[in-house]
């Protein structure tokens, strides 16, 4: 475990207002496969710091999990599942097996992304947690800042809240 300084805080709280900020320009209800692995890598790394350890512990990581990687993993098995079973399944159970794959497919092209996968929705609820584990221990005054620099970590970490909020509220009111 790392000990988080006061440079690495006030840049941890300048990256939750980028990330916000970065966030709201994608799509709430669609999977952003490059944002996923984006906020893996950042929450690892808020993982190594001890003061942060008990607030992002619980937060799991994102899965970047498209539709179109989940319909093309189908047709890849329905594929392969035609080729291992030809010889032992009749012609008749050969079209039930085809078209029954066909409506699977059809089925997950429907399925909310948010099932499977995290969309930027639940990313946005993800950083919202940091965000909120960041202004506890900025308000414990465990981390001993200067005046000047609480407030302004105060300001950027609450307009982060405020955007992420603001896009969470947005994506639930359509």
Same mark, same amino acid.
């Given at each position: 475990m790392?000990?988080?300084t006061r440079k690495e805080f006030y840049e941890l709280a300048n990256q939750c207002r980028e990330r916000a900020l970065e966030?709201? *320009? %994608? =799509?709430q209800s669609r999977v952003n496969r490059q944002q996923c692995r984006q906020f893996n890598l950042w929450l690892a790394r808020?993982? @190594?710091?001890?003061?942060?350890?008990?607030?992002?512990? =619980?937060?799991?990581?994102?899965?970047?999990?498209t539709r179109y990687d989940l319909m093309a993993a189908t047709v890849v098995l329905w594929l392969l599942s035609m080729f291992l079973l030809r010889e032992q399944v009749s012609v008749g159970g050969n079209r039930i097996?085809? %078209?029954?794959?066909?409506?699977?497919?059809?089925? *997950?092209? %429907?399925?909310?992304?948010?099932?499977?996968?995290? @969309?930027?929705? *639940?990313?946005?609820?993800?950083? *919202?947690? +940091?965000?909120? @584990?960041?202004?506890?221990?900025?308000?414990?005054?465990?981390? =001993? +800042?200067?005046?000047?620099?609480f407030f302004k970590i105060k300001e950027n970490l609450n307009t982060a809240r405020r955007e992420l909020r603001q896009q969470i509220h947005l994506a639930h009111n359509r």
């Open positions: 790392a000990e988080l966030l709201a *320009l %994608f =799509d808020l993982k @190594t710091y001890d003061q942060l350890a008990a607030g992002v512990q =619980d937060i799991s990581a994102a899965r970047p999990i097996l085809a %078209f029954g794959m066909w409506g699977l497919v059809i089925l *997950l092209y %429907f399925l909310p992304e948010s099932l499977y996968a995290t @969309t930027v929705e *639940l990313l946005e609820a993800k950083v *919202l947690r +940091v965000v909120e @584990t960041l202004e506890a221990l900025l308000i414990s005054q465990e981390m =001993d +800042v200067t005046e000047a620099v």
